[in-house]
């Protein structure tokens, strides 16, 4: 067997499994480094051990939940079993791993026995990935690869690369059909140890819909909104904010967030729908800026619809007005936004998720 263990990019140093295992002195490593070093100890060393992880504060202020050892070992193996994916080959780990998201993949080279690849959570990282087998990244990490296309022979190696952490937008779609790997959207949360679900987006198997794991059962209720039901969840029926249409008995499609629902006069409206088109028809109009679709309270109506847009430069007059006249052709009347908000910044989680409220 070849030496696997984690293998720190930045500073080229490389400690094995085994040495982690044995309380290797870790005297000439820095304490980021430590940190990781010693969550893989505790997971290795301890048969029944409870870990206290970070939510990432998307939908509310961040909270500290309790994940026992055995429920991420139950996540990890069915993530490697659904890919299919080989032991001691190199685990690209290029997100932070105070999150549930870099703290599974570790589990994930720990129980493959993989090479880890620890490098900075980056959006900029392919100019000094050489290539890999297996990793994981957020969407912003995403369109930097999808951006430089001349680097992509490099990776065409790649058993599966798995993107979550928020939305892939769908105008990336063409881009990425053509990669040379195969691309995973992800479906999950802390509160589910990771993914529960995931969705080719490339090759000729690409779905338009999540697929969940072997142990996941799924159902929705009256609200539309995902219910989830795993030993993960210790059995017990947990119900998301997530709108979704069940396909069939193991797959669905996410449709939007139900608190980011907006009540015009009764209608309830998803902002994802709208704004999925707009990223389909009329992302020419958007400088790398980046939008969402909100309400705002209105006396007659309730709510009205408003696009804000996250930019240091106003558009035009002409441009807004173009901009309005395109949209009334590819949405109904009642959904298009009456306003434009510019803002300079938008507010966001620390693993890059924009803050709605």
Partial sequence: ??????????????????????????????????????????????ENIDFELNTSGSTGLPKKIIISKKKMQISALATIQKLNLENEKNFLICLSTDYIAGKMMLIRAIEAQAFATIASPKQHIWQEIDTFYF??????????????????????????????????????????????????????????????????????????????????????????????????????????????????????????????????????????????????????FFENEEFFIGGMNDEKWGQKLVIYIETKNNWTTTKMNLFFEKMSKILPHTEIPSKIIFQEFFERTQTGKIKRL
């Fill in 135 to 284: 990793g994981a990244i957020v969407p912003v990490q995403l369109k930097s690869l999808l951006d430089n296309e001349d680097i992509w022979q490099k990776f065409d190696k790649i058993k599966a690369l798995i993107v979550g952490g928020a939305s892939i937008p769908s105008e990336w779609k063409k881009q990425i059909e053509r990669l040379p790997m195969p691309v995973y959207a992800t479906f999950g949360m802390t509160e589910t140890v990771s993914h529960i679900a995931l969705q080719l987006l490339n090759t000729q198997k690409k779905q338009d819909y999540f697929e969940v794991l072997e142990h996941i059962h799924i159902q929705k209720n009256d609200k539309n909104c995902l219910e989830i039901q795993s030993i993960l969840t210790d059995n017990q029926w947990i119900t998301t904010n997530d709108v979704v249409e069940i396909v069939a008995k193991h797959q669905f499609k996410w449709l939007g967030r139900a608190d980011n629902i907006i009540n015009i006069g009764g209608k309830k409206i998803q902002p994802e729908t709208i704004e999925n088109l707009i990223r389909l028809h009329l992302i020419d």
């Fill in 1 to 46: 067997m070849k030496k696997t263990g984690l293998y720190f990019k930045d500073t080229q140093q490389f400690i094995t499994w085994q040495d982690i295992k044995n309380n290797f002195n870790l005297d000439l490593f820095d304490e980021e480094k430590i940190k990781i070093i010693q969550f893989c100890q505790k997971y290795i060393q301890n």
